[in-house]
């Protein structure tokens, strides 16, 4: 019934910058949590940031201070402005969104299917 779409992915050189975006769309009653995972070559996804309907967020360690997530919740999108990027944040970056449907009182997880980040010289 979710959809999420990400778009913005691409190839930097270290210390540059890039900004991710993602669109939910379908029926929903509402999304609780909104945020970004990323999982490197060989590696386990990993939460990078969230962000609730109220505007609270959570950031993983390593990119605290370089990273910002916001989201607009009229226009059920979120957003990750990523500086200072160093060649570990190298991964795919999935959207994730917790949300309830008008039939059930509890969230579910979606996933979109991913946008690329490389950042290499």
């Known amino acids: 019934q979710v959809q999420l779409v990400e778009s913005g992915g691409g190839s930097v050189q270290p210390g540059g910058s890039l900004t991710l975006s993602c669109a939910a769309s379908?029926?929903?009653?509402?999304?609780?949590?909104m945020g970004w995972y990323r999982q490197a070559p060989g590696g386990q996804r990993e939460l990078v940031a969230t962000?609730?309907?109220?505007?609270?967020?959570n950031y993983a360690d390593s990119v605290k201070g370089r990273f910002t997530i916001s989201r607009d919740n009229a226009k059920k999108t979120v957003g990750l402005q990523m500086n200072s990027l160093k060649p570990e944040d190298t991964a795919v970056y999935y959207c994730?969104?917790?949300?309830?449907?008008?039939?059930?009182?509890?969230?579910?997880?979606?996933w979109g299917q991913g946008t690329r980040v490389t950042v290499s010289s």
């Open positions: 994730y969104c917790q949300a309830r449907s008008f039939s059930s009182s509890y969230p579910r997880p979606y």
């Open positions: 379908g029926s929903m009653f509402s999304i609780d949590v």
């Open positions: 962000i609730t309907s109220g505007g609270s967020t």
